[in-house]
Each structure stands twice: as C-alpha cells, then as structure tokens.
C-alpha cells in the first residue's frame, strides 16, 4: 500500500480522529473542541451532504453505492428516499468507522443497508450489479490514487445514473487565504494541500466527462459537492 494510504488507514485505527473519538485525553479534547469551534464556523458539512443527496433526485427503489461511508452519516438520509425497497452499499477499509455503522444500522433495524470493508481504489461490484447511485463525501481527497476510486465508483454506476462527490477543495482568489488553515485543521483526518488540490482537478474532470446537474460551495469556496449524470453511452 501507497505510504500516504497506509497513514490514512492508520488514522481510521483503533484510535480515531478527533471528531469520531469518544475518549480523548484532557488536552485533546481542549484541542478537538478549539478545532470544532473553528470548522463550526466554516462548514455545515452534513447541511450540504443532505442537499447533495436532495439534488440527485433519489428515487425509491433505488440502490445507492456509498464509498468512504464512515460511520454511516448519510444512510438516513438516503434511506428517506429510496425506501424500503432500495438498497445501499457502504465501503470503507477502517474496520473501527465499520463498527460505528453497523451499532447504528442495528439500533435502527435497517435491513437495506450492507457495509463491505474493502479500499475503494480496489472496488468492484459483484459480478451483475450496477447502481443508480454512487456518492463520496468526505473520502476521494484523502486518497492518494484518488483517480482509481474515482473511476471504480464512476464505474460501478449504471449509463445515465449519478455520481455525487463532495469534498474540500483549495479555494481560489483572495479566498486562498483559507487553504492552510483547511489543510491544518483537516490533517489529523488524513487531510492535505495535495489533497484538497486533487479535490479541484476531480471536479473539472467531472464536468467534462459527465453532465453536472448541480453544484454547492461552502466554507467560502473550500469546500464543493457536484451531482452528476453518467452519459447514458458510457
Ligand atoms: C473523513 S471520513 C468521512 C466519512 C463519511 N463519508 C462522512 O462524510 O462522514 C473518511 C473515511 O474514508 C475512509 N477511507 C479513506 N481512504 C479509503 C480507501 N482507500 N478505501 C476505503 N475507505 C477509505 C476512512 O476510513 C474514513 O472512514
């Protein structure tokens, strides 16, 4: 593994990042809280995960692949929409975020939803299934070969379904500003400048390879998400 994937994966150990650990010692949590009063400033990052997920027009029935899905943020939000009768696919390699998922898919009786642990530049879908929806949030900056789980999730998604991505990306102009800090404050979640400028080449890609339906900014132009359709000849 890529040292920077194999750090990444460290980080989603058996100690987590800060906002995921229940426990941290007294001066960690003094730091986690300074940290959290600065990111409440700048984001509503589970705001806009909803309105990504509102803009890609989930439909019931639907079967929905989660890459990076972490301890399950937007199952319930997905669930909302596609019922019953749909499904979701969540991935991540970090047996611990896994775990979390799993409490909560428990506490909830939701019967639709499977987690696989697997690295997502790796994914493949089981032989037959393709999906009418694949999401990322939060995950392709993160990865160093973000253009091999791009592609697995673009892959994985049925001609014509969607692709949601959303992620912090380097602002540009005046707003550049902010970059270092973003860089600092998302480090101990495996994020970097590198990373966050990836996140800017992944989203031209998307709106050249794909139609993009709609798009959202926040933490003033840190951080953007971009539904898309797959062309339906793809
Ligand atoms: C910042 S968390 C975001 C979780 C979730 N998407 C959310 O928005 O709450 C990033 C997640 O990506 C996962 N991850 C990072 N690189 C990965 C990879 N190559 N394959 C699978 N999961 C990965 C980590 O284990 C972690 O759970």
Redesign the pocket.
Known sequence: MDPS?AR?KKL?GETLPPAYDDRPSFPWRVLRAAKMFVGNRLYD?ELQ?VRAIEAASLAPGDRVLVF????G??FAAIRERIGAEGSVLG????PA?LARAQHTMQSEGWTNVTLLE????EFQPPEGTSFDVGLC???MS??PDWTA?FDALLGAVRPGGTVVVGDLQLAAGVRSLLNPLVAWWTRP??GSRKGHANMRTLFERMERELDVIATGEDGHGTYRFHVARKPQSA
Do not use: H, K, N, P
């Not at 991935?91 to 970090?94: A, C, E, L, N």
């Not at 697997?118 to 530049?121: E, N």
């Open positions: 994937a990444v989603y990052l995960s990076c899905c972490g301890t943020r937007e991935v991540d390699f970090s975020m697997a690295d997502v530049t949030t939060c995950g993160i990865i789980a979640y495996g």
